[in-house]
């Protein structure tokens, strides 16, 4: 499912973690603190990430399926798998991400940051 977003989005009171392991796309995502979102991460692993979903409470999360090479699908990555919506931002398209996927709002790589955090308050939308 592809996502659109336009404006400028209000994200206060909305923690995201951001797992993305290219720092300029990382680098990007984390400018959501600006519209006022608390930003956790980015991370690079699901490891991290997995942690960090452990210690806290979260209103979404931003998901690349393959961080370093370790993919996010066998365990529908950490997010998904304790009940926090997420964003998939992957180079992967449709055809290469499995079924159970399809219908998590997603970005393809190259995209534009500001149009993964235009989409974050679709995430916490899912979340209330």
Same mark, same amino acid.
């Given at each position: ?78 997010? &998904?798998?304790? &009940? ?45």
């Amino acid at each position: 499912m592809a996502i659109e977003s336009t404006g400028s989005p209000d994200l206060s009171n909305g923690r995201i973690l951001i797992v993305e392991d290219e720092y300029y796309l990382a680098d990007g995502l984390a400018r959501a603190r600006a519209a006022g979102a608390e930003v956790v991460g980015p991370v690079g692993s699901l490891g991290e990430a997995d942690a960090l979903v452990r210690e806290g409470n979260f209103g979404g999360a931003i998901l690349d399926i393959n961080l370093r090479g370790e993919m996010a699908f066998p365990g529908g990555g950490p997010p &998904g798998s304790k &009940g926090i919506p997420f964003i998939v931002a992957s180079g992967y398209n449709s055809a290469v991400i499995p079924d159970r996927f399809l219908a998590v709002p997603r970005v393809e790589k190259p995209f534009n940051p500001g149009e993964v955090i235009g989409a974050i308050p679709l995430l916490l939308q899912r979340r209330s």
